[in-house]
């Protein structure tokens, strides 16, 4: 097939699973993501690039040698005071899937990689469930890429902050389809406040990759009986994924 007939066979997939539509409404309301705690005002827009701005620009421009550093070394949020190492995130570099979490944990912080302690257990048996596993067509990201102390849900300051780290990982790593687990990936892939027990079952896009919202593990752990929902979710993802890959 010469890209011409792949792009129009993707479309006419991606239509019938509902998405096109959706692509024009948001094509034609898209601006850049602004954080959802700090909307920039028309003024702002208009003046010459801010140091926000700009740090943003260098960021999409980034490869992952420069991404990675640039991580290490970022101080753009409290959340660089109390850690030990940023986590950028692992697995395959061109991935179909993308799963998207909170923050690092303990022993994410201790060791340098995403969903390493109790939830990433947890994480990796829902991987299996379908058919997937950690770093084989997969990448696993977090909303921020350094631990909030205590475990505690980063602020929007702290996910706008790192926002533009995950929006290039994305660029880079081109996933045919995004899961986002919990609330905080979800409303920072969306832009938008997202209930996740709303959400869920629903095919949603960023850019244009196809997104599905599904409960964070850590939640799982505590709340055994919405595992039944996020087991529903994940047969969702992986049929979805189907459609997408003829
Ligand atoms: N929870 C997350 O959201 N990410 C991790 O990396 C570990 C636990
Ligand atoms: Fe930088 Fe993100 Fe870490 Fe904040 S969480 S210091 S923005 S890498």
Not at 134 to 154: L, Q, S
């Amino acid at each position: 097939m010469n890209p011409d007939e792949m792009s129009r066979r993707r479309s006419g997939i991606l239509r019938e699973m509902g998405l096109a539509p959706l692509w024009k409404l948001r094509s034609e309301v898209q601006s850049a993501p602004v954080s959802l705690a700090q909307p920039k005002s028309s003024a702002v827009e208009t003046s010459l690039p801010t140091a926000v701005d700009q740090r943003a620009g260098a960021i999409a421009a980034m490869g992952w040698e420069e991404l990675r550093a640039s991580v290490a070394a970022c101080r753009a949020c409290e959340l660089c005071q109390a850690r030990k190492q940023a986590v950028l995130g692992v697995g395959d570099l061109s991935p179909d899937w993308l799963f998207v979490g909170e923050g690092p944990g303990a022993e994410e912080d201790q060791r340098g990689e995403p969903f390493v302690g109790q939830a990433g257990k947890l994480l990796d048996a829902m991987l299996a469930a379908i058919g997937l596993q950690r770093g084989r067509n997969v990448y696993i990201a977090n909303t921020v890429k350094c631990r909030p102390p205590a475990n505690r849900t980063p602020t929007p300051a702290e996910t706008a902050a790192c926002w533009p780290y995950l929006e290039r990982q994305i660029a880079l790593l081109k996933p045919k389809l995004i899961v986002a687990l919990g609330k905080p990936a979800a409303q920072t892939l969306l832009q938008k406040e997202v209930k996740v027990g709303e959400a869920r079952g629903r095919l949603f896009e960023h850019n244009g990759i196809p997104l599905i919202v599904t409960y964070h593990p850590a939640y799982l752990l505590r709340t055994l009986q919405d595992k039944a929902k996020a087991w529903e979710d994940l047969c969702f993802a992986r049929a979805s994924m189907r459609k997408l890959q003829v």
